[in-house]
């Protein structure tokens, strides 16, 4: 079968209205602005509505990136919404998108779990699909509503979470392709390190706590990333043949600014070189790559043609990485402040 070359086009954002500061947050639990800005670079988070959901954020998302470069979604041909907070275990956020952007029905349309790498999964899975010629143009969009499933009593996890979406647009393209080399790993021996109980309350013959809340254990996926992420990057540069020093953006997971400080050190990368979407944003799971992707975009860091080397990494223990060239098409209309 003809190899066929998938690129990004365009790409859209949206977060909630709702802020949710540090200094909220002191009213709330044990803690302070100072503490949550030594311990994690963050200072504010959005926060949905009671009934804004995450197919609610990631339309938007959707509509911000038809708006801004004058693209229809009409005629995409699969759908892929990246998530661990669905507005329902089903049907799919996907489907729930085919009908509020009014995309065909003879699209398909399906969700991808895989958490915190859950958006670059998408964006796997999408240039596969299009190379490969089963498919010409995708939606991937990864959004979260993670603070309809956050503790507030628990003062290590509620200051880490916010709520938005990102979506960015694949097509088919004889000319270019955006996808330069990716990589995926799994660790499903640490998944009682990050999780939310549903029906099932036991992983790997140890008891969870049973709240059907999130239960992170912040200290064991901060080791673990550590040790991990920069030797997945190293492999991810060496399968396009590359060195970090040919990169010009390095987009890890906005999980927390005191993890990808250590990450960059490790890699001898200047830290001013990362993306991150988490100051203003939180770790919004999913959601964070696009967003420090727009975020770069908006602040004209990012200029047509870019090597960005995005990194996701989670519970499950899940990572994937990929190596894009970000040669999107002209904006037609400015986007709108985040």
Same mark, same amino acid.
């Given at each position: 079968?003809?190899?066929?070359?998938?690129?990004?086009?365009?790409?859209?954002?949206?977060?909630?209205?709702?802020?949710?500061?540090?200094?909220?947050?002191?009213?709330?639990?044990?803690?302070?602005?100072?503490?949550?800005?030594?311990?994690?670079?963050?200072?504010?988070?959005?926060?949905?509505?009671?009934?804004?959901?995450?197919?609610?954020?990631?339309?938007?998302?959707?509509?911000?990136?038809?708006?801004?470069?004058?693209?229809?979604?009409?005629?995409?041909?699969?759908?892929?919404?990246?998530?661990?907070?669905?507005?329902?275990?089903?049907?799919?956020?996907?489907?729930?998108?085919?009908?509020?952007?009014?995309?065909? $029905?003879?699209?398909?349309?399906?969700?991808?779990?895989?958490?915190?790498?859950?958006?670059?999964?998408?964006?796997?899975?999408?240039?596969?699909?299009?190379?490969?010629?089963?498919?010409?143009?995708?939606?991937?969009?990864?959004?979260?509503?993670?603070?309809?499933?956050?503790?507030?009593?628990?003062?290590?996890?509620?200051?880490?979470?916010?709520?938005?979406?990102?979506?960015?647009?694949?097509?088919?393209?004889?000319?270019?392709?955006?996808?330069?080399?990716?990589?995926?790993?799994?660790?499903?021996?640490?998944?009682?390190?990050?999780?939310?109980?549903?029906?099932?309350?036991?992983?790997?013959?140890?008891?969870?706590?049973?709240?059907?809340?999130?239960?992170?254990?912040?200290?064991?996926?901060?080791?673990?990333?550590?040790?991990?992420?920069?030797?997945?990057?190293?492999?991810?540069?060496?399968?396009?043949?590359?060195?970090?020093?040919?990169?010009?953006?390095?987009?890890?997971?906005?999980?927390?600014?005191?993890?990808?400080?250590?990450?960059?050190?490790?890699?001898?990368?200047? $830290?001013?070189?990362?993306?991150?979407?988490?100051?203003?944003?939180?770790?919004?799971?999913?959601?964070?790559?696009?967003?420090?992707?727009?975020?770069?975009?908006?602040?004209?860091?990012?200029?047509?043609?870019?090597?960005?080397?995005?990194?996701?990494?989670?519970?499950?223990?899940?990572?994937?990485?990929?190596?894009?060239?970000?040669?999107?098409?002209?904006?037609?209309?400015?986007?709108?402040?985040?």
């Amino acid at each position: 079968m003809e190899i066929r070359h998938a690129t990004i086009t365009a790409i859209g954002t949206f977060v909630p209205e709702k802020r949710l500061t540090n200094y909220d947050l002191e009213q709330m639990v044990d803690t302070s602005d100072e503490w949550i800005v030594q311990r994690t670079g963050i200072r504010e988070r959005r926060i949905s509505a009671p009934h804004e959901y995450t197919s609610d954020l990631c339309a938007a998302a959707v509509r911000d990136l038809m708006r801004r470069y004058g693209k229809s979604v009409n005629d995409v041909d699969m759908i892929i919404a990246a998530t661990s907070t669905p507005d329902f275990p089903f049907p799919s956020t996907a489907s729930l998108l085919q009908h509020k952007l009014g995309v065909s $029905p003879s699209t398909g349309a399906m969700d991808v779990s895989a958490a915190c790498a859950g958006f670059v999964y998408g964006l796997h899975l999408a240039n596969g699909l299009i190379a490969s010629g089963l498919h010409r143009k995708i939606l991937v969009v990864g959004g979260e509503t993670l603070t309809k499933i956050t503790d507030y009593t628990d003062r290590t996890t509620c200051v880490l979470f916010g709520d938005g979406a990102g979506a960015v647009l694949i097509e088919h393209d004889e000319r270019r392709s955006s996808f330069l080399s990716s990589r995926l790993s799994t660790e499903g021996s640490g998944g009682a390190h990050v999780y939310q109980t549903r029906i099932a309350n036991r992983m790997n013959g140890i008891e969870l706590i049973d709240k059907q809340l999130l239960v992170q254990n912040g200290r064991e996926v901060f080791k673990w990333a550590v040790r991990t992420v920069p030797e997945g990057v190293r492999e991810v540069l060496s399968n396009a043949s590359l060195d970090l020093g040919q990169v010009d953006w390095f987009v890890p997971h906005s999980a927390n600014l005191r993890m990808i400080e250590p990450i960059c050190e490790r890699l001898g990368l200047p $830290p001013e070189r990362a993306l991150y979407s988490l100051e203003y944003f939180g770790n919004t799971s999913a959601a964070t790559i696009p967003l420090a992707l727009d975020l770069g975009i908006r602040a004209g860091k990012i200029r047509q043609g870019d090597l960005a080397l995005l990194y996701g990494f989670g519970s499950g223990l899940v990572q994937a990485g990929m190596l894009v060239r970000l040669e999107l098409d002209p904006e037609i209309e400015p986007p709108f402040p985040l």
